[in-house]
């Protein structure tokens, strides 16, 4: 099996896995116990806290441990959008964001009047600074917009939308769940961060929150004082010692694992060129994670596709994991100006650092013959 759809999920880092077996087997305690078998628990829940603060530049109490990524999402957007309700109740984000983020908005338009403003996209999929400080009203307490997306890789200006966030005293937000281990962040730009530890080698059911010292956010969960009275339930102690372990690995190799997938993306790009002249690639090289490639075939059927990269031993996807079963074109893909048919389409490659040369060979020699058998049946 080729494995090509690493910004759904990743497999476990063995030296995670080592590091949770204990709290799997022996160390069961429940973290908020008094007794020793909790106190080892919590022990090591305020080290892992200590470890992702120090990869992040943040101080440990800045860190909140989620059930993952998309509840890191909705306590940051939700939870900051309902805490500073008093100053205002106008929200800005992207019209590529991921659901976890967009649904979070629907909600609070939807259901708790809240005014939320999408920001258009242009064709590479970026958001302009100027857009932001256009939207930015009196009213608007907080700005969301993720910093890489995870259907095209497309990185946004992260950096010049957290100047103007500060300088007009908005709140800024940032899905980083795609680009944390592949791109560098400075917490400073934000004050608050989403993080997932599946989608750097760390096990699903754990992520994190980031959130600056001196705000608070309404709890989405209520039951216990967990997470200093921020996120109620008892802490996933394994979880979330993998994911510390996960992002110190992925933290150590960012930099050269960057360079070396680019180069792979790009070989594959042009071995899927020369299979299909007609290609089209989504997002550019430019301003992009260097593993995501997302290409669409004119004239064929997606999920065809899909299928057939399957039985030729290729796992690729057609866009967001989260989407299972859906017939819709990406939302992603719309707002970027791509007609539906095309939309429809496209195949999305993601790299990791289990992915070598042989294997992007490997694949560009199996296309051709997939490419053939879709346009005779398509014919």
């Not at 990791?352 to 020699?365: F, L, Q, V, Y």
């Amino acid at each position: 099996m080729i494995y090509l759809d690493y910004n759904a999920t990743t497999p476990l880092a063995p030296e995670a896995f080592a590091e949770m077996r204990p709290f799997l087997e022996r160390h069961f305690g429940n973290p908020s116990s008094i007794h020793a078998a909790g106190r080892e628990a919590r022990a090591a829940i305020d080290d892992a806290r200590d470890r992702l603060a120090r990869l992040l530049g943040a101080k440990p109490h800045e860190i909140i441990f989620t059930g993952g990524g998309t509840e890191a999402d909705n306590l940051a957007v939700i939870g900051l959008a309902r805490a500073n309700a008093s100053r205002g109740k106008h929200v800005i984000t992207c019209a590529t964001e991921h659901h976890a983020v967009l649904h979070a908005c629907e909600h609070l338009q939807k259901k708790e009047g809240f005014r939320v403003t999408w920001l258009p996209v242009d064709a590479h999929g970026r958001v302009h600074a100027g857009q932001v400080a256009e939207a930015i009203t009196p009213e608007t307490t907080l700005v969301s917009i993720m910093s890489a997306n995870n259907e095209t890789g497309t990185l946004q200006p992260t950096h010049e939308i957290s100047a103007l966030c500060r300088a007009r005293g908005v709140l800024f937000h940032s899905d980083a769940i795609q680009s944390f281990g592949k791109e560098a962040l400075a917490t400073p730009d934000f004050d608050a961060l989403s993080l997932a530890a599946h989608k750097f080698h760390g096990p699903k059911g754990a992520g994190a929150l980031y959130l600056r010292t001196g705000l608070t956010v309404e709890r989405l969960q209520h039951g216990g004082s967990h997470e200093n009275d921020r996120r109620a339930g008892t802490e996933n102690t394994a979880a979330i010692v993998g994911m510390a372990c996960a992002a110190e690995l992925a933290g150590a190799a960012m930099e050269s694992e960057s360079a070396r997938q680019a180069l792979l993306r790009e070989r594959l790009w042009q071995g899927i060129r020369e299979a299909f002249p007609a290609a089209v690639r989504n997002g550019g090289p430019e301003h992009c994670l260097a593993n995501t490639l997302n290409v669409s075939f004119p004239g064929l059927d997606g999920e065809s596709l899909l299928i057939n990269l399957d039985l030729a031993g290729i796992c690729a996807s057609s866009g967001s994991a989260c989407m299972v079963g859906s017939i819709m074109p990406s939302h992603v893909l719309l707002a970027m100006g791509v007609a539906p048919e095309l939309a429809r389409a496209t195949v999305r490659f993601s790299l990791g650092k289990e992915t070598t040369t042989t294997e992007i060979t490997t694949t560009i020699a199996r296309l051709p013959a997939i490419f053939s058998r879709l346009q005779i049946a398509h014919a």
